[in-house]
């Protein structure tokens, strides 16, 4: 079963305006990966943050950790329309293999 | 990083029949990963490829409809083998670069190859 689930399933947005996607998961990690995937393609890495991490920034991109809650949050400032696709969050665990969450779709409309 | 070749990019297939789909890796890589994507869903992972031994299959998937061979550090095969139309789905190379037990490192894929079996 996978062991993140993202909210929303589906965001659209205006250009210009920041989106934000949550993933929740359930046990202790090692890290957590964020991707996005645009139609049909393969998954683009964005960012890798350790689960001793609270926050880190990839140009417009901002992601935040709390392991406490278990979740994590991707933030997208400024959105353009190339910014539409699915993002992905994913876990792993020490030694064990990454679980992809089901993905948020995000509409950017021009 | 590492840059990751698959081929075919996309194919279609007859139901019965099996295919090879290959992936290439620009540098030597201790993890290799396959796994798939079937239409409007999450990528769930099939096995680990592992060099010069028999590859670690997930629950539910079984080394005779998904043989996997990998003989050196940078490539890899994966065949769907006797294909239903329930198999149509994006299949996707994935790596780790790093030491084996080093699991902060980022995971990369390939562009995928998206198979329709009809």
């Known amino acids: 079963s996978q062991q993140g689930e993202e909210d929303p399933q589906a965001l659209s947005i205006q250009e210009g305006e920041n989106a934000t996607m949550n993933c929740s998961y359930k046990?202790?990690?090692?890290?957590l990966q964020w991707y996005r995937q645009n139609s049909g393609r393969g998954l683009v890495h964005l960012i890798l943050?350790?689960?001793?991490?609270r926050e880190k920034h990839s140009g417009r991109l901002r992601v935040t950790l709390d392991t406490s809650k278990k979740s994590s949050s991707l933030l997208i400032t400024a959105s353009r329309a190339a910014d539409t696709a699915s993002y992905f969050c994913?876990?792993?665990?020490?030694?064990?293999?990454?679980?992809f969450g089901e993905g948020t779709q995000l509409t950017v409309n021009p | 990083s590492a840059v990751i070749s698959q081929k075919p990019s996309r194919d279609i297939c007859q139901r019965g029949t099996s295919l090879t789909i290959q992936c290439q890796v620009d540098?030597?890589?201790?993890?290799m990963f396959w796994y798939r994507q079937q239409p409007g869903q999450s990528l769930t992972l099939i096995a680990t490829?592992?060099?010069?031994?028999?590859?670690?299959?997930e629950s539910g998937f079984v080394i005779d409809k998904f043989p996997i061979s990998r003989p050196n550090l940078t490539f890899s095969t994966l065949t769907v083998s006797n294909m239903s139309p329930e198999d149509s789905s994006i299949y996707l190379c994935s790596v780790r670069v790093g030491k084996t037990g080093d699991s902060n490192q980022p995971q990369h894929f390939g562009d995928g190859t998206r198979l329709s079996i009809l």
């Open positions: 490829a592992n060099q010069g031994s028999e590859a670690t299959y």
């Open positions: 540098s030597q890589v201790t993890m």
């Open positions: 943050i350790r689960s001793n991490e």
């Open positions: 046990t202790s990690i090692n890290n």
């Open positions: 994913a876990t792993r665990a020490s030694g064990s293999r990454l679980t």
